[in-house]
């Protein structure tokens, strides 16, 4: 039974005097701040936020947690997210106080620990990525793409080049095209064909010496390998433009492809997808990116090199492009990604992907009699399902599925994206599923199409509030409380 | 593998049922000769209690805060944190789930937002908050990025020596693609003079961005900075400290136009500089530029009071390469961390952090600075950080006997500004004692005497008290 006080809001819970948190002051000075600060600095009052108790915000937090679905406690199979299971050994050893206490600005010689960690990291991904030197910078995905655009750009300058334009396809995530806004190109879309794969006579005409860098999601937002992507890459690398690859999908891959090998110049990594960072409810992710060694000059600093016995910081690279971040970055994810890989080694990281890859197929061959692949028979990590026949036979769109599911107790797959594929519903169960767990989402999808479009249409049924109008929350925000 | 549950058995009968004889044969669609034809080359996998120890190993080579005394600061501060932080952020239901896109079953998360967004109105006086961006330094770029765009300027963006060294850096990197120029303004006397600024600003200025309290711990002039700013029709950006908002004035009481902070400093560990909290708020006119995830309050169906994440129409998914941004993520755990931390420490509690930082930071520059050897730098009100100046210009060699013996006594500055090479930047939070004030006080007394008497550096190693 839900405790319908405790998710009222903290404004609403707050009472005049009530404290939790008390902080001693008086013991080296009992000076009034008066007379250490201007007053014309100091603020009349504290500022107005909730009067609380500290059993108040238990209960009000342990209870709003209760009304979030998560991977500790249902199957999570959102699609291009990569929603797998967060080892707890990785939770405890990143809040070890000499890694949690650690200051950003404490002397190289007091955090060798640390940076031999970061730059085993460093080597290791680039292993992974089968390129050849590493930075650890970028907060995001999204982050590491703007990242190493503007690595690409700065390259470019050095030649003396200018290249205006970055190519995408219109199946990438929607970051891409803003990322190559954002670090000064022109974004140009190219088409894909029905199975998702590049049109490659769209980009051989849009292809020219203007153009940059070519973005390529592979494994394809589809799951799918693009099969054409040696030859995309060197079509690319006769006009002198880079490939970029786009690391969201390398769940599928690990240890079975290198970016590297496939015609790769430059790749982000989700270490929260592929290295199973918790997701936090949005963040934080992080977005370390890879490099061929012609480009390393110009990534971000610091980086952590190696001398000798000792680990240190490198600063002095005149042609790198600056600084992206404050201080080192997502160093806490990134302790957990190098738990992840060192728990799982060669031969496991390779297991993960074969398990990721049977599962997503396995999942697929479950359900593509109702709701088929127009992709295919097979995927790698994922696919995209559609719901179209069922929209227009019974009126019973790809949301109400995702939707219904909720009563289910299964989190929806990701809806309407890719935008290319109608009544689109993508699906990645990841390799932390059973069969059993595969088994009784695939019998609710076929039990949900048999249900009448009516109760579809409204469900959910059983969450505690059911289709929120979200055309009134964009057309007039209320984005803060204020007091009635 | 220990999170992998298939069975050698549940494999055979999955591979039985989708057709095919092996798990390689799934793979059939990458071209044989872009396979790796050799296991990746990649340390031995460890077991929990292998790792563990590997990785206590690893920490223990580092000298952590706590262990050693800590007066860094920076941008990034040791306060205390509530064990009530911990735990909420502990629970698995928030940190193992995502980005709230099914609000039904995210409604958790989604209140989460909306109390966080309404909390740093709050703490800032502004009208609207996003749900968070990466940390500091990013907030203040997009801060920037967004007064570009509301002001259509493109041409200049002017800034001061006591903004953060690394948003400023951050700033100019992005800046070197999209042609804009960043003016800097001098801070010889630790703060802005706001008439020097005023005279920086042209017509093709988008804003101004400043810091307050500064990187030196020192206040601006904020409201005559705000005033000139607007008075040439400039936005105002204004960094903060979150944790001076218990004491100073709000940034929305002063005419900022947009707030950013590094909001670190409210209930999340240092963890060597990362993950943080990108805190921005901003006036009502610019909420459909700012960037970032926004929840919403609305009702559902059945008339029921709930939320969502809402404006969308200015991300990425929607709108491409025209988003106001490429952010597509937010800081979801930090947000809850300040969160709970904020309702942990309420208005009282934020006024008792805020006035222990202030007074033990001028209890210690008043003992650093009653010798001879070190001088305050500035004479500008300060609030938890201090610049002092050491006499016999020796910061690296004092920083390092002070190590030795158990303190992080300060950071240098000499690495961003070459004319402060003989200065250390110290920070004071709540959570320093009177005897741990002494120490590094004696500590720093000592280093002078040690280098008068021409003595070797002690290696002795000291524990801090």
């Known amino acids: 039974m839900r405790n319908t006080r405790s998710t009222q809001l903290l404004f609403e819970l707050s009472r005049s005097g009530r404290r939790s948190a008390r902080i001693p002051s008086d013991e080296v000075s009992t000076a009034p701040v008066e007379s250490l600060l201007p007053t014309s600095a100091l603020a009349t009052a504290p500022p107005p936020l909730p009067e609380l108790a500290e059993p108040d915000i238990v209960r009000h937090y342990a209870n709003l947690s209760t009304l979030n679905m998560s991977v500790d406690t249902h199957f999570y199979p959102l699609g291009s997210c990569t929603m797998k299971y967060n080892p707890k050994r990785n939770e405890r050893i990143a809040s070890l106080p000499g890694i949690a206490n650690l200051h950003p ?85 190219v088409h894909s064909n029905e199975d998702g794969s590049v049109d490659l006579d769209d980009l051989r005409k849009k292809l020219d010496r203007e153009t940059a860098v070519f973005m390529i999601t592979n494994p394809s937002t589809f799951g799918l390998f693009e099969r054409n992507v040696k030859q995309i890459a060197e079509m ?77 910081l490198v600063w002095n690279r005149p042609q790198s492009i600056g600084r992206v971040r404050s201080f080192f970055g997502q160093v806490g994810v990134l302790v957990r990604a190098y738990c992840y890989i060192r728990t799982h080694g060669a031969q496991g990281l390779k297991e993960v992907s074969e398990n990721a890859v049977l599962n997503a197929n396995y999942l697929l061959s479950r359900v593509k009699h109702i709701l088929p692949v127009p992709q295919g028979n097979r995927c790698l990590h994922e696919f995209v399902a559609t719901a179209g026949k069922l929209k227009a036979d019974r009126g019973v769109s790809a949301m109400d599925l995702a939707k219904r599911l909720l009563d289910y107790g299964y989190h929806s797959p990701t809806v309407y994206f890719p935008l290319t594929v109608r009544e689109s519903m993508m699906i990645e169960p990841t390799e932390t599923e059973s069969k059993e767990t595969l088994d009784a989402f695939a019998e609710t999808l076929f039990r949900i199409t048999e249900e009448s479009p009516e109760l579809l249409h409204e469900a959910p049924h059983t969450t505690t509030i059911s289709r929120p109008d979200e055309v009134q929350a964009a057309r007039k925000p209320i984005v803060r409380w204020t007091p009635a | ?75 990034s501060y040791d306060h205390f944190v509530p064990a009530v932080v911990d735990d909420v952020a502990g629970r698995g239901e928030f940190y193992t789930s995502y980005t709230p896109y099914q609000a039904e079953v995210s409604q958790g998360n989604l209140q989460v937002f909306f109390e966080y967004q309404t909390m740093i109105t709050q ?39 006591s903004v953060h060294p690394e948003y400023r850096q951050i700033l100019e990197t992005y800046f070197a693609h999209l042609g804009t120029t960043l003016v800097t303004v001098g801070t010889p006397q630790g703060s802005v ?44 950006v204004v960094s903060v400290d979150p944790i001076s908002l218990g004491l100073l004035k709000r940034p929305g009481d002063y005419g900022a136009d947009i707030v950013v902070a590094e909001g670190q400093s409210l209930g999340t560990p240092m963890l060597y500089g990362g993950p943080y909290l990108g805190i921005i708020a901003c006036r009502e006119q610019f909420v459909r530029r700012m960037p970032g995830r926004i ?47 904020l309702a942990a420490m309420g208005p009282q509690g934020m006024r008792e952090v805020a006035t222990a930082c202030l007074r033990k930071s001028r209890y210690a520059l008043d003992k650093l600075t009653s010798g001879e050897r070190f001088s305050k730098k500035f004479e500008r009100p300060t609030f938890k950080e201090f610049v002092v100046r050491d006499s016999a210009g020796n910061v690296s060699e004092l920083v390092a006997e002070a190590l030795d013996r158990g303190y992080f006594a300060g950071v240098p500055l000499g690495k961003w500004y070459p004319e402060l090479d003989d200065c250390l930047l110290v920070c004071v939070t709540e959570k320093r004692t009177k005897d741990q004030i002494h120490g590094l006080a004696k500590v720093m007394a000592d280093g002078r005497k040690q280098k008068a008497d021409g003595r070797k550096r002690s290696a002795q190693p000291a524990t801090a008290p």
């Open chain 1, 105 to 189: 600005y404490q002397p190289e010689e007091t955090l060798q620990g640390l940076l031999a960690m970061l730059h085993e990291l460093q080597e290791m991904l680039a292993e992974i990525a089968g390129l050849d030197a590493v930075s650890l910078q970028p907060a995001a995905g999204a982050h590491g793409e703007l990242t190493a655009l503007m690595v690409a750009a700065a390259h470019f300058r050095a030649r003396g080049e200018k290249r205006t334009k970055v190519l995408a396809p219109d199946s990438a995530h929607g970051t891409n095209p803003a990322s190559a806004a954002m670090a000064g190109f022109d974004a140009v879309t």
């Open chain 1, 236 to 312: 690319v690398h006769e006009r002198g433009a880079l490939i970029y690859l786009d690391g969201a999908n390398m769940n599928a891959i690990l240890g079975i492809t290198r970016p590297g090998d496939f015609g790769a110049d430059m790749m982000h990594f989700n270490p929260h997808k592929t290295f199973s960072g918790p997701h936090g409810g949005g963040g934080p992710g992080a977005g370390p990116i890879a490099v061929r060694k012609f480009l390393e000059p110009y990534l971000p600093l610091p980086v952590v090199e190696r001398s000798g016995e000792e680990y240190r």
């Open chain 2, 1 to 75: 593998m220990p999170y992998i549950l298939n069975t050698p058995a549940d494999q055979k009968a999955m591979l039985e049922a989708i057709g095919v004889g092996l798990i390689d044969d799934l793979f059939a669609q990458i071209p044989s000769e872009l396979r790796l034809n050799r296991p990746l080359n990649l340390p031995p996998a460890l077991t929990e209690l292998e790792l563990t120890a590997h990785m206590e190993r690893l920490a223990a080579q580092n000298a952590a805060c706590g262990e050693k005394v800590c007066f860094l600061g920076g941008g």
């Open chain 2, 123 to 161: 703490l800032t006086g502004m009208d609207v908050s996003n749900a968070s961006l990466y940390d500091g330094g990013s907030a203040a770029t997009e801060a920037v990025l967004m007064c570009m765009s509301a002001s259509n300027k493109q041409g200049r963006v002017v800034t001061a020596a």
């Open chain 2, 193 to 236: 003079d706001p008439e020097e600024l005023a005279q920086s600003l042209t017509d093709d200025t988008a804003c101004v961005l400043i810091q307050h309290p500064n990187f030196f711990g020192c206040l601006e002039d904020v409201e005559k900075i705000a005033q000139a700013a607007h008075e040439r029709g400039v936005l105002v």
């Open chain 2, 295 to 341: 929840a919403g309050q609305t009702v559902d169906r059945r008339g029921k009071r709930c939320f969502v994440l809402t404006l969308q129409t200015r991300e990425q998914h929607i709108r491409r390469e025209k988003a106001t941004s490429n952010i597509c993520t937010n800081q979801g755990l930090f947000a809850l961390r300040a969160s709970v931390y």
